[in-house]
């Protein structure tokens, strides 16, 4: 049985495995450019962020049913369980979907029919947190946050996601502002290809509680200081990392020196169906690549509960985290 663990960075339609696409496809008379999973896979060799989202946007185009994004969660929710999963702030992109005719009420509702069983069905508890796509307009984030208001009691916080260079934080402040006030939690992908400065910018600006991956923090020493010090969790993703060539290789990841920082490090999956892994395959990555000892891995097990948004139900929280202390690696 893998480490009891919480993910807290995870895009839902980058659980889209090929062959759910496909089958999806079929059922609403979508026809996809590839002939078949087998030359889907082979498009996932991406040179960086944006190559990886023209294939990722792309996809989406199957999912057009409540029944479709439910199936999707529960096939997400399925292979999580069975990595050690016990709760998951899912990522969902509903501008994305809009774009296409497909209404928020869709989006979250069919999310929400798996995710209001997840407990039961999965043994996962479930948060949902809207992100907006940072290449779109701040008119249009706007527009979103007001669609998402007759939905908002099965929304937990806002993020900021897709192509991040050219698209600071701050040209996000009003929604975020916006979104405060209407009691929502606040995170932000920044510093995965976007710089340090990013990261500064949505702690001062947005407001943002915990950074998405946040791992170019390391070229700004003071800004190490400030995340160790104010215990700023940063949601790291190893094996996207590689396969968007935010880093070389595995090996060369600066996971182990940014927990030997002090930094609130967590590890989580991303995009699964296209980066090679589900959680607890990065957590077994980075142990074999890097030699983490189980101190370590318990630790990054723990920060993920920790860093999570179970303040309203610190219960549940307190016995994750005892069967976090409690496990035995075999
Ligand atoms: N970065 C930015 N946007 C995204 C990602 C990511 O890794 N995955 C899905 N949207
Ligand atoms: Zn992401």
């Known amino acids: ?36 999973t087998e030359a889907l896979r082979k498009a996932y060799l991406f040179e960086d962020l944006q190559s990886f989202l023209n294939l990722y946007y792309e996809l989406m185009a199957v999912l057009r049913t409540e029944r479709d994004f439910e199936d999707l969660a529960n096939a997400y929710l399925a292979r999580a369980a069975a990595q050690g999963v016990r709760h998951a702030e899912i990522f969902f992109d509903p501008q994305a979907h809009i ?24 043994g996962i508890s479930t948060r949902l947190i809207m992100c907006f796509l940072r290449d779109e307009s701040a008119d249009s984030a706007m527009e979103t946050l007001e669609a998402a208001k007759p939905y908002l009691h099965r929304i937990t916080g806002i993020g900021l996601d897709s192509a991040e260079v050219g698209h600071p934080p701050v040209k996000f402040r009003e929604v975020y502002e916006a979104a405060a006030a209407l009691g929502l939690r606040r995170v932000a992908h920044a510093g995965e290809e976007g710089p340090p400065a990013y990261i500064t910018e949505a702690l001062d600006v947005l407001g943002v509680e915990r950074v998405d991956h946040g791992l170019r923090c390391v070229e700004d020493a003071e800004l190490v200081a400030r995340l160790v010090r104010d215990r700023i969790p940063l949601t790291l993703c190893p094996l996207s990392n590689v396969r968007l060539r935010a880093v070389d290789v595995l090996a060369e990841h600066p996971l182990p020196a940014m927990l030997d920082a002090g930094l609130l490090c967590t590890v989580n999956s991303d995009d699964p169906a296209y980066f090679g892994g589900y959680v607890g395959d990065n957590f077994d990555a980075v142990r074999s690549a890097l030699g983490l000892s189980e101190d370590r891995l318990r630790e990054l097990a723990r920060n993920s509960f920790v860093a999570s948004f179970l303040e309203d139900d610190e219960e549940l929280r307190a016995r994750y985290l005892a069967e976090v202390e409690a496990y035995e690696f075999s």
Do not use: C, Q
């Open 99 to 122: 774009a296409r005719g497909v209404d928020m009420g869709t989006v979250v509702e069919g999310l929400w029919r798996a995710l209001g069983d997840s407990g039961t069905n999965h």
């Open 1 to 36: 049985m893998p480490i009891p663990k919480a993910e807290l960075h995870l895009h839902i339609e980058g659980t889209l495995e090929p062959e759910l696409a496909f089958a999806l496809a079929a059922r609403n008379g979508v026809t996809l450019p590839y002939a078949d």
